[in-house]
């Protein structure tokens, strides 16, 4: 027995020692495992701290950029001036509350810095009075629209469709307002998104104020635009509506002033018609001229009568109220009534135009010049160095004003009518007696053949288109030339066509043609003054020639 006990124990010994060394392995392993879970934890945990490190830089990135957007946003600028003109309002009231319940002989220091303040918020309130009232009132409560306008005659188109271009930019500017006002709100809403991301990341109690502020601000503008929304959807209806009404104004006149041009379309061509018959019919130039003038004349009435009763809604009222305001007019100011008139007469009549060249004559004075001007009292011409300028007034280059009464008292020549723009001219010279005089008017005349034959071509062609409006029987404009016996010798008249703006050029280049052409003939010989002197009392001297003196 004790033998048994001696072996056993041993073996329970080394039994008992294996055990509690599988169980010391057992926990060796376990604190093994056990570290390499924490140091999985703690890796996982600094990934994580690391990603929301770089989520938070990037949100505050976005931020930034939002921010500098919103800092070039008109509309949040003008609301950030409103709120803080608001804090202001609200601080100054604070102030005024505090000031009331101090004393003024307890508490004369902290009234006088309250007052120091209150005047400082009032002078920032003055500065950023423009932003007393919300910025969005003008999408809540835009203007009025105008009235649209009347359209009753085809002159008023032109008002209609600058009413409708004024309409549609003021719809565009509504429609843009609404959609910078959208995006406001996509921004602002943006940035609320990204503020609570930052805040749930930095453990939810992280800039709680700046968030609350941010909403506030997005709900009091989401419902700004949702007011707007509705609001435009009132003023597109009106603008709609206005539209419409002028766009069918515009219509009706346009239907009647098409109404009104085929009218005249139809006289015009009844005109053309008459007169095609009258050229046919009619041989005689002067009954022709009379019976051109005849259908012009009942075109031009016809025509106003359309225009009048089309344009006008009570025309015996206009003729009426014109009639007494010319009587009373013509017995008070008959000068400038007669200037007027005579204006009317210019104008309407075409016998000047701007640019004619016109001689006028006064007390004997001849003035030469182009039109520069018509108004409704005077001419005004600017003096040319002319033939007129040259043998009478020896200056050139004056500005002279002509009443237009003075076309019913006085002489007017126009050198430029219409379609002329040439006038005869001529240049004289003497010879003598004993001189071949048909040689010299032969070269006299070949001289102003070749120096005038452009503008007679261009004379020829515009008496021809004159034909139709005035009674022309001869239009011969072929250079001319005649002779004449004068006391002193043989006058040689050349005369030919020239520019009526020029004519001093070209008489100065056919004058020292013919000088040369002269000068190199033995038998042509200029007449001018001469005197024979005979000194032999005793003998009788004759002279060559049958003169004694010429002049030129």
């Not at 005649?482 to 070209?506: D, P, R, V």
Request: aromatic share 10%; net charge neutral; charged share 25%.
């Amino acid at each position: 027995m004790k033998i048994f006990f001696i072996v056993l124990f041993p073996l329970l010994f080394i039994t008992s020692l294996h055990a509690d060394s599988n169980e010391t392995n057992a926990s060796l392993k376990q604190i093994k495992e056990n570290s390499v879970i924490a140091r999985k934890l703690t890796e996982r945990e600094q990934k994580r701290a690391q990603q929301l490190k770089e989520e938070a830089a990037m949100i505050n990135e976005k931020l930034i950029d939002i921010d500098q957007d919103l800092k070039k946003d008109i509309w949040y600028t003008k609301y950030n001036n409103h709120q803080i003109y608001v804090d202001i309002e609200n601080d100054l009231n604070e102030i005024e509350d505090r000031m009331k319940k101090l004393d003024p002989e307890k508490d004369s220091d902290k009234l006088l810095e309250l007052t120091r303040q209150d005047k400082a918020l009032l002078n920032q309130l003055e500065l950023l009075s423009d932003f007393k009232v919300l910025p969005f009132e003008s999408l809540t409560k835009p203007q009025e629209l105008e009235s649209a306008p009347t359209i009753e005659n085809p002159f008023n188109i032109f008002n209609g469709f600058s009413y409708l271009k004024t309409m549609k930019k003021k719809k565009e500017s509504f429609e843009n307002d609404l959609q910078a006002l959208k995006a406001l709100i996509d921004q602002l809403t943006e940035k609320e998104s990204y503020a609570k991301r930052l805040n749930r990341i930095y453990g939810g109690d992280y800039n709680l104020n700046r968030i609350e502020k941010l909403g506030h601000e997005l709900d009091e503008i989401i419902a700004t635009h949702e007011i707007a929304v509705n609001t435009y959807k009132l003023y597109s209806k009106k603008v709609d509506d206005n539209v419409l009404k002028v766009t069918t104004d515009i219509k009706d006149q346009m239907k009647r002033l098409f109404s009104i041009a085929t009218i005249i379309l139809v006289i015009i061509l009844l005109s053309f018609l008459f007169k095609y018959l009258a050229k046919k019919t009619i041989s005689d130039n002067e009954r022709y001229y009379m019976a051109h003038k005849g259908i012009n004349f009942t075109n031009f009435i016809l025509i106003l009568l359309v225009l009048l009763f089309s344009f006008l809604e009570n025309v015996s009222h206009i003729v009426t109220v014109l009639g007494f305001a010319s009587a009373g007019l013509a017995f008070a100011m008959k000068d400038l009534f007669m200037s007027v008139l005579g204006w009317i007469v210019v104008v309407f009549g075409g016998s000047f135009h701007v640019g004619d060249r016109v001689k006028v004559m006064k007390n004997g004075l001849e003035y030469v010049g182009d039109i520069v001007d018509i108004s409704v009292l005077r001419i005004t011409i600017l003096e040319d160095i002319t033939l007129t300028t040259l043998m009478h007034n020896r200056r050139a280059g004056r500005i002279i004003f002509i009443p237009n009464n003075y076309i019913f008292t006085d002489l007017i020549a126009n050198y430029t009518h219409g379609k002329l723009k040439t006038v005869w001219d001529g240049v004289d010279f003497m010879i003598t007696y004993d001189s071949n005089y048909k040689k010299a008017l032969h070269l006299s005349k070949e001289i102003v053949k070749k120096y005038s034959k452009g503008y007679t071509d261009i004379s020829r062609k515009q008496f021809n288109m004159l034909r139709s409006q005035y009674s022309l029987k001869n239009i011969n404009v072929e250079p001319r030339a005649y002779i004449f016996m004068e006391e002193h010798g043989i006058k040689i008249s050349c005369w030919y066509m020239t520019n009526s703006y020029a004519t001093l050029t070209l008489r100065s280049n056919i004058f020292a043609n013919i000088i040369d052409a002269i000068n190199a003939e033995d038998d042509i010989k200029i007449a001018y003054p001469t005197q024979i002197v005979n000194i032999k009392r005793d003998q009788n001297v004759i002279p060559k020639g049958d003169y004694e003196e010429g002049v030129l």
